[in-house]
């Protein structure tokens, strides 16, 4: 897939691996359209791009009215989209009990209803490229499931499914739409540091769990630059999945090795 003068959608481009697809896009000649809630890291992404046309937009992914309009603002801007990256995303530390369901519901609705919703509104105009592409950022922990991150993995786990069978869809209909599943590993991203905790933990609790959170930020090494360097370079290969870092390789090799036990030789290596 050649990107030059084509124009892709990217949602959570305020940050992190949203802005690193931005940049990586950029390069390549791709025109954008940004869309983030955070409209400062909006703004801050824009001014680092040269060279190609960008709008921005201020979308709260669960807005249905907002995600159902966005495609006409793009042709109205843009003319064409023949990218959407679907990168929104939050995350909720907690075990099930401890995870209130208005949280877990909420974050569903960020990582896994998003993508659906935004999928569909844009799906006619992609169609209409002579090639396309829908690219789905999935996480690691939509290959293996740690405890603590039920809700995560949960909304994780629906975007690898939703988009491995929406692609087998679009192939039987000889569809010029593609569908890439991403799956990073420690990326250096602010989605750990800002994840949400439980409401109702102890004193006690919430400091353990704080400290956890510090404990993972530092297994979160790859720059947002390079995953997105390495994201953008699959879209143009046309592949199916990637596995943006080492952490996501040796997770999806030890899950296929052992389907139930990989935790135990996780736990072992990680000792």
Same mark, same amino acid.
């Given at each position: *897939?050649?990107?030059?003068?084509?124009?892709?959608?990217?949602? &959570?481009?305020?940050?992190?691996?949203?802005?690193?697809?931005?940049?990586?896009?950029?390069?390549?000649?791709?025109?954008?359209?940004?869309?983030?809630?955070?409209?400062?890291?909006?703004?801050?992404?824009?001014? *680092?791009?040269?060279?190609?046309?960008?709008? $921005?937009?201020?979308?709260?992914? $669960?807005?249905?009215?907002?995600?159902?309009?966005?495609?006409?603002?793009?042709? /109205?801007?843009? !003319?064409?989209?023949?990218?959407?990256?679907?990168?929104?995303?939050?995350?909720?530390?907690?075990?099930? =009990?401890? #995870?209130?369901?208005?949280?877990?519901?909420?974050?569903?609705?960020?990582?896994?209803?998003?993508?659906?919703?935004?999928?569909?509104?844009?799906?006619?105009?992609?169609?209409?490229?002579?090639?396309?592409?829908? #690219?789905?950022?999935?996480?690691?922990?939509?290959?293996?499931?740690?405890?603590?991150?039920?809700?995560?993995?949960?909304?994780?786990?629906?975007?690898? &499914?939703?988009?491995?069978?929406?692609?087998?869809?679009?192939?039987?209909?000889?569809?010029?739409?593609?569908?890439?599943?991403?799956?990073?590993? !420690?990326?250096?991203?602010?989605?750990?540091?800002? /994840?949400?905790?439980?409401?109702?933990?102890?004193?006690?609790?919430?400091?353990?769990?704080?400290?956890?959170? =510090?404990?993972? @930020?530092?297994?979160?090494?790859?720059?947002?630059? @390079?995953?997105?360097?390495?994201?953008?370079?699959?879209?143009? /290969?046309?592949?199916?999945?990637? %596995?943006? !870092?080492?952490?996501?390789?040796? &997770?999806? %090799?030890?899950?296929?090795?052992?389907?139930?036990?990989?935790?135990?030789?996780?736990?072992?290596?990680?000792?």
């Amino acid at each position: *897939m050649k990107l030059g003068g084509r124009v892709a959608v990217i949602t &959570g481009a305020g940050s992190g691996i949203g802005r690193g697809i931005a940049l990586a896009a950029s390069r390549r000649g791709c025109h954008l359209c940004l869309a983030d809630v955070n409209q400062d890291g909006l703004a801050e992404t824009a001014n *680092m791009i040269r060279g190609v046309r960008i709008s $921005t937009v201020k979308l709260d992914v $669960t807005d249905r009215a907002a995600t159902s309009a966005l495609p006409q603002e793009v042709m /109205a801007e843009h !003319g064409r989209v023949d990218l959407l990256v679907n990168n929104a995303g939050v995350a909720i530390g907690g075990t099930f =009990e401890q #995870v209130a369901a208005e949280d877990f519901h909420c974050l569903l609705d960020v990582n896994f209803h998003s993508v659906v919703c935004l999928t569909c509104p844009f799906l006619p105009h992609l169609k209409a490229s002579d090639s396309a592409r829908i #690219v789905n950022v999935s996480s690691l922990f939509g290959l293996i499931a740690p405890p603590g991150q039920t809700a995560y993995c949960a909304s994780k786990f629906a975007v690898r &499914g939703f988009s491995e069978s929406l692609r087998k869809e679009l192939e039987e209909e000889r569809s010029t739409v593609g569908v890439t599943v991403v799956h990073p590993g !420690g990326v250096n991203t602010s989605i750990a540091r800002n /994840a949400r905790l439980p409401r109702n933990l102890s004193n006690e609790e919430r400091s353990m769990a704080v400290e956890e959170q =510090e404990r993972f @930020q530092k297994f979160l090494r790859m720059s947002p630059v @390079q995953a997105g360097e390495i994201i953008v370079s699959a879209v143009e /290969a046309e592949n199916p999945r990637v %596995l943006v !870092g080492n952490d996501a390789k040796l &997770g999806s %090799l030890f899950e296929r090795i052992a389907p139930i036990g990989y935790w135990k030789i996780m736990e072992r290596l990680t000792k």
